[in-house]
């Protein structure tokens, strides 16, 4: 804003003076928001560079609310579009034991009644619509509970232990041996089932939490091996990285299966309750850092060689801001792939849509929820997002720049990732970059596909609509053109290099033929 001051040579001194202290008190206060004057980068690019397998582990697996859900239609449809923008491959939710299922029940002198009719179009809904279960085995039926622990959740899961560890024992493996029937093994043995959900805070009344949670999983893991030991069994899918080590210690000491690791841990949780430290650690730091402190107990445990699965995980919200439901969430997943990549098989972001009911029914569309649709059917600037990323190749080639991605498609392609993360309760400047791509033809033509607030923005033309609280279906319709007619823009290299403004916030993944 200085460069600017050289033309007020008009005015008097006095009035030139009073000018520029007021340029100077507005550009502290810019910078007292956040707002950073910065430099155009030079980022050097060698297409032929050596690449490493880049397997896409974000998008892989997505988080649901619970099992009942995916009956609705507005759930499936939901799925549906976020498989068109993603390489999903499992669906995670809470709940399959609940007692709104009917799978469990008991006769008139206690034994077992099993009705596997909702669990049967729950899960071929699934492999129907081109997914796979990542199944979480919760919570408790109420005839089979210990004690009547209800969870403040809406729909009041049970999650106490079991008062018959005979009779759970006899449910998992009827639960086994149902699915292995009706999909078969060579199918089943492509789920994975994962014991519980965060029993180390309020979704498990066992007393003590962690040896009781482990005499649970012991128990599970037998009675699915006893079906076939072909089926993947992991835990302990704690909260915020928890017990993991001791977990391990406990797996190994009793040679109990287990064939994948599991927790859980999002950009806001706190450091003292993620790492136990008072550490300054960014929200944007936070999963990721999670993510290696757990990679690293793996590796120094007696079971070294164990995949982790971050079966849940988000941005961070902002609170009031409702972050998630903005143009925030792309830049923000494409950092975490770049931090997370090589430490992770797969993270299940939690959700893809908000057919979610924690709380109970949803009110209205964009109300900060986790999910990439918004309650309608409407896709939020995150679906937008995703979409861009999915277009990442399978191979990575190293880069020594922040806020990049390089990666090399099948077809040898190079596809560029770049972007300006800014958090949201803060103020940025345009990121200016010039790449210089060696390895491809002088001036060649190249497609540019963008996420920001001008690209596809849904929030905003929500807002520009009036925000209705029940948007009608043609309103629907209208919002998602907005998504759906996101078009890459064509440009030409300068010889070997372009130019590349990225907004606030903004995303932008580039594709550049290889010959």
Known sequence: MLAHVEYLTQFSYKEEMRVKSLVLIVMFGLATLGVRVRAQETIVIDAKAEGRPFPHFWEQAFGSGRA????????????????????????????????????????????PVYNFSYVDQIYDGLLQNGVRPFVEISFMPRKLALRQDVHPFWYHPIVSPPKDYRKWDDLIRAFGHHLVNRY??????????????????????GDPKEATYYELYDHTATALKSVSPRLQVGGPSTSSAHWVDSFLRHVAEKNVPIDFVSSHGYADDTVKDLFGTAEDIPMDRRVCAAIRKVHDQIGASARPKLPLMWTEWNVPSFGDLHARDTVYVGAAVADDIHQ???????????????????????????????????????????YSGFALLHRLGEERIEEDAPGLLVTRGSDRSLVIAAWNLVDPDARGSVRKIKLKIIGVAPDEALSINRADDQHGNTLAAYKKMGSPRYPTRAQVSELNRVADENMPETVHLNGSTLDLQIPSEGLVVLEIPVK
Not at 69 to 97: A, C, G, M, P, Q
Not at 357 to 362: F, I, Q, T, V
Request: negative net charge; charged residues 30%.
């Open 184 to 205: 078969g093994i060579d199918e089943v043995a492509q789920w994975y089932f994962e014991v519980w959900n965060e029993p180390n805070i309020d979704f498990w009344t």
């Open 68 to 111: 009942i859900l995916t009956l609705r239609e507005s759930y499936r449809s939901d799925l549906r579009e976020v498989k068109k923008v993603t390489d999903v491959r499992y669906i995670r939710f809470h709940n399959i034991l609940h007692d709104e299922m009917g799978l469990y029940d008991e006769d008139a002198q206690g034994n």
């Open 340 to 382: 997370c990549d090589g430490l992770v098989r797969m993270m299940s972001f939690w959700t893809f849509s908000d057919v979610f009911e924690e709380d109970g029914p949803k009110h209205e569309p964009f109300d900060g929820g986790f999910g990439l649709m918004a309650m309608g059917g409407i896709k939020k600037p995150s």
